[in-house]
């Protein structure tokens, strides 16, 4: 499952600026020679067409301004070589001369679509970026006896918002929270996230029970076209003194409780079908309670990180990673967490990941 999500993969900034100093040199480093070449050897002003790879070339900055650049000492070079060659006025110079400045034409009309794609790209972006603050708003690192952490890995380069969901509300009776995977991918995917989550923050503060959440979210899925989609979830409420913690599951992984040194998952019992599915059976969820002792926390995942494999196909032990033997600061567990689960599948991942740590500190 998953969707369209946030992504922090790509090239860093060094290997940026490496790439674009590449790009800028190459162009005068493959029509240098040909100069020397045609200035040395009367014989060699057959290469003169050759002094289009510079401009060719340049079209892989992408910048309009360096295209032109390029170009204009591409076709000044390309002509006064001519002249020094006597060339110029021969059928051989024109069609030479007219080579260079097609390619540069081409170059320049290229470099404005990408320059117009990129600007495209940047408003996309921004929109994404709105978008991610209010489907995925971030969580509090402290509340009351509470710390907390969010981790989202995209599998989506370069793409921001997605089908995996997380949030936290504060109530009079303590911390609720739900995490979930939306079956599918692109725009449907987020669209029903959206719904799951406009939903719970409707209902959470107000609500009961976990039990009444749900039913809202079954609700408000029901009014939407979904076709054959459906949504894994954990509800969770945190009592007001970090002690326990009362556990919905809809289908969703179970969460891990650590303690001193050890990290071992939370026994569901028989959890209910995913969001979207409640029509195949009659049953509601059992809802299961957790003693949360000082020092110990709680790890809430989408199977983005359960279901992630190595190239050999190993699945990733996420209750035996090393970032969770000692969890006292959630950023920092989370950080390691993540560079555990990316080294032990070796690319970008084929899943969106989300997970959320609590800790009880008091």
């Known amino acids: 499952m998953g969707g ?8 860093g900034r060094a290997g940026r600026t490496t790439a674009v100093t590449l790009f800028e040199v190459a162009p005068f480093l493959l029509m240098a020679p040909v100069a020397f070449g045609v200035m040395l050897f009367s014989h060699a002003t057959d290469a003169l067409p050759l002094l289009s790879l510079g401009p060719a070339f340049a079209t892989m900055a992408g910048e309009f301004f360096f295209m032109l650049l390029t170009g204009g000492v591409a076709v000044v070079l390309c002509g006064v070589l001519e002249v020094y060659r006597h060339v110029l006025g021969s059928l051989t110079g024109l069609l030479d001369l007219a080579t260079v400045i097609g390619v540069t034409i081409v170059g320049v009309i290229a470099t404005a679509v990408v320059h117009r794609r990129k ?12 978008t991610q603050q209010v489907l995925l708003r971030p969580v509090p690192q402290e509340l009351g006896p509470l710390g907390l952490a969010v981790r989202y890995i995209s599998a989506s380069v370069g793409a921001r918002i997605g089908g995996d969901l997380y949030e936290t509300v504060t109530t009079s009776g303590g911390l609720r929270l ?3 995977d939306v079956q599918g991918k692109g725009l449907p ?20 029970s976990l039990a009444v959440i749900a039913e809202r979210i079954e609700t408000s899925l029901a009014r939407q076209a979904m076709g054959e989609r459906f949504v894994t979830a954990l509800l969770a409420q945190v009592s007001g003194d970090g002690g326990t ?22 026994d569901m019992a ?22 949360l002792c000082r020092g110990h926390g709680m790890l809430f995942y989408t199977d983005g990180v359960s279901e992630a494999r190595s190239g050999s196909g190993e699945f990733f032990q996420v209750s035996g ?12 567990a989370l950080a390691q967490l993540s560079g555990d689960l990316m080294r032990h599948v070796g690319h970008p991942l084929d899943d969106d990941a989300a997970m959320l740590l609590i800790i009880r500190r008091s």
């Not at 369209?4 to 090239?11: E, N, R, T």
Request: glycine share 8%; proline share 8%.
């Open 4 to 11: 369209l999500a946030i992504s922090d993969h790509g090239v």
């Open 270 to 291: 028989e959890p209910a079908l995913p969001f979207g599915l409640a029509d195949l059976v009659g049953s509601p969820a059992a809802q299961v309670t957790v003693n």
């Open 119 to 130: 600007h495209e790209a940047r408003q996309l972006a921004a929109i994404a970026e709105v």
């Open 178 to 180: 739900i995490i979930g």
């Open 245 to 266: 913690v009362d556990l919905l599951s809809r289908g969703h992984p179970p969460p891990l409780l650590l303690t001193e040194g050890s990290a071992g998952f939370v």
């Open 189 to 208: 995917a987020v669209q029903t996230a959206a719904t799951v989550l406009g939903s719970f923050r409707e209902c959470a503060y107000e609500a009961t």
């Open 321 to 332: 990673s090393p970032a969770l033997a000692q969890v006292s600061e959630p950023d920092a």
